[in-house]
């Protein structure tokens, strides 16, 4: 049996009794993991991001330029990190430090 709106549950943590839903997205709001790029703006899946400094992709043998556009990044779940597409270099991965939102 699958929870509707129409069941309500007992949320043990605020001592309420609340409808299953809401619980549902309270308790994936506490699972969300918020990044944040070098001056701050929250970053989310699908955004354009421009590097802020040059670096040197280990294993490509290249270096990605500072002012470089990362175009429709994805979170990986981890609060520093973000998983990018880029022409010749499979699988990268920025820290969130070195990026800024466009």
């Given at each position: 049996m699958s929870a509707s709106d129409d069941d309500y549950?007992?949320?043990e943590d605020s001592g309420e009794w609340?409808?299953?839903s809401e619980l549902a997205a309270k308790k994936a709001a506490e699972g969300a993991v918020e990044v944040r790029d070098a001056v701050?703006?929250?970053l989310a899946d699908g955004d354009q991001v421009t590097l802020i400094k040059?670096?040197?992709v280990k294993g490509a043998g290249q270096t990605l330029k500072q002012?470089?556009?990362i175009k429709s990044i994805r979170l990986t779940g981890d609060a520093?990190?973000?998983d990018c597409k880029f022409d010749g270099i499979k699988g990268l991965v920025l820290r969130a430090e070195f990026v800024r939102k466009r």
């Amino acid at each position: 049996m699958s929870a509707s709106d129409d069941d309500y549950v007992y949320d043990e943590d605020s001592g309420e009794w609340m409808a299953a839903s809401e619980l549902a997205a309270k308790k994936a709001a506490e699972g969300a993991v918020e990044v944040r790029d070098a001056v701050g703006n929250i970053l989310a899946d699908g955004d354009q991001v421009t590097l802020i400094k040059d670096l040197t992709v280990k294993g490509a043998g290249q270096t990605l330029k500072q002012g470089t556009l990362i175009k429709s990044i994805r979170l990986t779940g981890d609060a520093q990190e973000i998983d990018c597409k880029f022409d010749g270099i499979k699988g990268l991965v920025l820290r969130a430090e070195f990026v800024r939102k466009r």
